[in-house]
């Protein structure tokens, strides 16, 4: 029988040989899932044994990580994200902290977070981006819609965890998924990696999350092709869409929206500081085609 601390210097020799940068925080964190404690607990009582079942655990973890390059969240199950935990599942991408530029953005732009506001997510996933908007606009429902019907039950699950279910509502289905609107906000954090670009990707995600969530097409920019018109048509007058974009591609998005009918009121920087997330409103005294575009 070995102890906590023993077990974590051993898992960070391991992760540290397969060259992996955050070898200790993931020791701490997976034999603390293993041994059912929490990370501090481990960091506090290193001499705790493990018992022969969380060993095992441990060991199964362990390889996974090191081996498959598996990220810790999907070992464990859960991933942290705006304050919450969100479950995910092989249907899911795994949420990133950058994607939280966007809620921050939804919320620097919402005057009234008391009022009744409706939001709407394409591609929810996890559901993180829509329930976390939820829990910061008390009074505000949401939609969502996803083409894989086990990430819209992820996200059931975890606006029933949040205690989100009766503000929420997720439906399996591409772009609007037949919601009508209008919608106070739109969200979006669609598959922006060029396609010849997903195999230089770091394996936890090119091996770890669904393609369909990566793949942006060629130039990586065919979901907002495809989602522009009809968020332009489906956004209240006074609505505003916000939604994440890749390395690079500020000015193509921009550009995108600008030809839907949408005018650019920001674009923000994600943590290190590039261009990650649009925020875009109906362009005034104007009509154009998107406003009888839907999906």
């Avoid at 501090?40 to 969380?54: E, F, I, S, T, Y």
């Avoid at 939001?119 to 976390?132: A, E, M, P, Q």
């Avoid at 010849?196 to 979901?223: F, K, S, Y």
């Amino acid at each position: 029988m070995i102890s906590a601390g023993q077990a974590v210097r051993e898992a960070e020799r391991q992760f540290a040989a397969a060259g992996i940068g955050t070898a200790r925080l993931d020791a701490v964190l997976l034999v603390a899932h293993a041994a059912g404690l929490s990370a501090d607990a481990v960091r506090a009582n290193p001499a705790k044994p493990l018992m022969p079942d969380a060993e095992g655990r441990l060991i199964a973890s362990m390889r996974k990580r090191a081996e498959r390059r598996m990220p810790v969240s999907r070992l464990v199950g859960r991933r942290e994200f705006w304050g919450l935990r969100f479950a995910l599942s092989a249907a899911t991408l795994d949420p990133r902290p950058d994607s939280e530029t966007l809620v921050e953005a939804v919320l620097r732009h919402t005057g009234d977070r008391p009022a009744a506001l409706t939001l709407f997510d394409i591609g929810v996933g996890t559901g993180c981006l829509l329930l976390s908007l939820l829990t910061e606009l008390p009074n505000a429902a949401g939609s969502g819609s996803d083409i894989c019907a086990g990430a819209v039950e992820t996200a059931r699950t975890n606006a029933r965890s949040l205690g989100l279910a009766e503000r929420a509502r997720f439906a399996e289905g591409d772009g609007f998924a037949g919601f009508g609107g209008p919608f106070d906000w739109i969200v979006c954090n669609p598959p922006y990696v060029p396609t010849a670009d997903i195999a230089g990707l770091e394996p936890e995600v090119r091996d770890h999350d669904p393609r369909a969530a990566l793949d942006g097409g060629p130039d990586g920019l065919d979901a907002f092709r495809r989602f522009a018109p009809a968020i332009a048509a489906r956004l209240a007058p006074e609505g505003k869409a916000a939604v994440e974009f890749g390395q690079g591609q500020a000015a193509a998005v921009r550009e995108i929206f600008s030809a839907a009918g949408l005018d650019c009121l920001e674009t923000v920087p994600d943590l290190a500081g590039r261009p990650r997330v649009l925020v875009a409103q109906p362009r005034r005294n104007s009509v154009g085609a998107a406003e009888t575009a839907l999906l």
